[in-house]
């Protein structure tokens, strides 16, 4: 790994050390390093490097921050399974596992190639008006589709390969993949998908009907959800960083992505004790 790409978002007075002390270590390596532009901010630099250069020149891409700026520098990659080492700065890490002490000795690790890849699944998605593409995104994480009236509901119909499978009443519906089942989809009451599988959780937010739960379907199915807004305010958003207003009535379509994230992880990892830590069981805390 001769090129390696650093993505840091501003936490307070805990990154700039740390920063500093990753690219002295990277220099002394004879490695190039590329800054994306709030590592540069956060340096005071006013020079940084474009996204595109970091999709096209990078070997690795080291994350200072938390799940939220990873998933920033997963759409900064877009088509390309870069590795990705996400160093902890945020809360929970469900995705940026490293923790901030052992980020030079994972990191020296990593370039000695002494290291541990898990491949994450990603949805590609679009949104249809008229049948026409209006937008084209991959997501790591989820779909959302939620209502922007307090006082409204939403009314959709689910298809899975060309099939109905049911019509919903409610706040919305989060289409995630496994990594994504620890996110939103979680807090609505879906179910915890080991990230090593390849599914896709479809959760409704507050159903009207209470027989409406949780399903996974398997990762070769299209999903299908069209939008009857009538007067309703509805949106959508991707990874919780993209969002769009729908004014009219749609249709969105999701199925697996063709290339999938590559997360650095450790070596030791037990995904078992990382739920334990991250939800709090048995009276652990995160």
């Known amino acids: 790994m001769k090129t390696i790409a650093i993505v840091a978002k501003p936490h307070g007075d805990r990154v700039r050390p740390l920063l ?26 006013k020079v940084y490097n474009t996204d595109n250069e970091i999709r096209e020149k990078s070997d690795l891409v080291v994350v200072l921050g938390g799940d939220g700026t990873l998933i920033s520098a997963v759409r900064i990659l877009g088509m390309k399974e870069t590795p990705i080492l996400g160093v902890n700065l945020g809360r929970l890490g469900f995705l940026t596992e490293t923790r901030a002490s052992d980020a030079l000795a994972t990191l020296k690790s990593v370039l000695d190639g002494d290291y541990r ?37 939403i009314e959709m119909s689910l298809y899975i390969n060309k099939v109905l499978v049911n019509e919903y009443r409610a706040d919305g519906l989060i289409v995630a993949t496994p990594t994504g089942s620890t996110a939103y989809s979680l807090a609505a009451g879906g179910p915890i998908v080991h990230p090593s599988l390849e599914t896709m959780v479809i959760t409704p937010i507050c159903p009207q009907g209470l027989s409406n739960r949780p399903i996974v379907i398997s990762d070769d199915s299209e999903v299908e959800i069209r939008i009857k807004t009538g007067n309703e305010k509805v ?19 999701v199925k697996k992505a063709s290339t999938c994230t590559q997360l ?21 805390q995160c």
Do not use: C
């Not at 990753?22 to 709030?38: A, D, N, Q, Y």
């Not at 650095?264 to 652990?284: H, S, T």
């Open 20 to 45: 500093e002390e990753m690219i002295s270590f990277l220099t002394e390596r004879g490695v190039t390093i590329l800054k994306e532009k709030r590592t540069a901010e956060v340096l005071g630099e």
């Open 117 to 153: 890849l898990e491949r994450r699944m990603k949805l590609h998605s679009h949104l249809l008006e008229e049948d026409e593409k209006v937008l084209e995104i991959d997501v790591l994480n989820d779909l959302v589709i939620n209502k922007s009236d307090v006082a409204r509901i």
């Open 235 to 253: 949106s959508i958003t991707f990874d919780g960083q993209i969002y769009r207003q729908l004014d009219t009535e749609k249709t969105i379509t």
């Open 264 to 284: 650095i992880v450790p070596k030791d990892k037990n995904y078992y004790a990382l739920i334990r830590e991250k939800l709090g069981w048995g009276g652990v």
